[in-house]
């Protein structure tokens, strides 16, 4: 939020605009019974406003019955929503930028399950909202659920490329030399692991990976980049980075627009 602010400040400088900034204060105070309300703390009368929440940011805390509670998407959300109302009926238009989609990880349904993220997309746009901006939505298939309301999937790929480039200028995106993922935006050549799982058991809420089984060109010699949407322990990036080393890759770069590590650390 500082990082858009501070364009915002600059761009509305070259326009003839002096503030200091854009950001206006709000908070979601909670009673000591758990109940919370959201306060937004100037008028925002006829503005376009932008809510920005990360759904994923578990080191929020509060407390309660003097218990440290950490915030959960359900709490982010919740959150959100009493923002929503109390700017409803006086701002011009409401948008939310939300970098990871809540309810997002679900990309399929089996039979007597709840599908949280259309749900709550339909939500926000019961409420008002007019647009929605998410960072590589791990199924972007779910803007069907709001198909008459902006919704815009931003990929991080010109960001990671950019930020590569920076840590190491040496690279070359020669299709001869370098497989990456992006191949469709570098015209480079494609390598791909997919994950052969065990669909008779059941391990922590999901199948457990057998394999990760290559197909590709030989990668000896050659630097190779691993992209995926989500680390939750790191388990796949770590044995999919071991399998490409036996396979002679001489540098492995590893990236992730989620590294969450949610299962440890360890």
């Known amino acids: 939020t500082n990082l858009i602010d501070k364009h915002l400040v600059r761009w509305a400088s070259e326009a003839g605009y002096q503030t200091d900034s854009f950001i206006i204060e709000s908070a979601c105070p909670r009673f000591q019974s758990g109940d919370a309300k959201g306060l937004v703390k100037e008028s925002v ?4 406003i932008f809510i920005v929440v990360d759904p994923g940011n578990y080191s929020v805390t ?4 003097n218990y440290e509670n ?3 998407p359900d709490d982010h ?3 959100l929503k009493r923002l929503i109302q109390a700017v409803a009926g006086k701002a011009h238009r409401v ?3 939300m970098p990871s989609l809540y309810g997002g990880r679900q990309h399929r349904r089996v039979v007597r399950e709840s599908l949280d993220c259309a749900v709550a997309l339909q939500e926000l746009q019961t409420m008002g909202v007019r647009n929605i901006i998410t960072f590589d939505a791990h199924d972007p298939r779910v803007q069907n659920a709001v198909p008459l309301m902006s919704f815009d999937n931003a990929m991080p790929t010109y960001q990671v490329l950019k930020s ?3 840590k190491d200028p040496t690279l070359s995106f020669d299709k001869e030399k370098f497989n990456m993922y992006f191949s469709s935006v570098l015209g480079c050549n494609l390598g791909m692991f997919y994950k052969r799982r065990d669909y008779t058991r059941v391990v922590n809420g999901r199948n457990p990976i057998v394999a990760h089984e290559y197909l590709g060109e030989s990668v000896e010699g050659k630097t190779v980049f691993i992209a995926d ?3 939750a322990s790191g388990e796949s990036m770590l044995e999919v980075a071991s399998n490409l080393k036996q396979r002679g890759a001489a540098n492995i770069i590893a990236n992730a627009t989620f590294p ?3 299962s440890g650390l360890e």
């Open 45 to 48: 009368r006829g503005d376009d």
């Open 95 to 97: 948008s939310v930028i």
């Open 260 to 262: 969450l590590f949610t």
């Open 164 to 166: 590569l480039l920076k």
């Open 70 to 72: 950490h915030l959960s």
């Open 62 to 65: 509060y407390k309660l019955f």
């Open 229 to 231: 949407d989500i680390i």
């Open 77 to 79: 959300f919740a959150n």
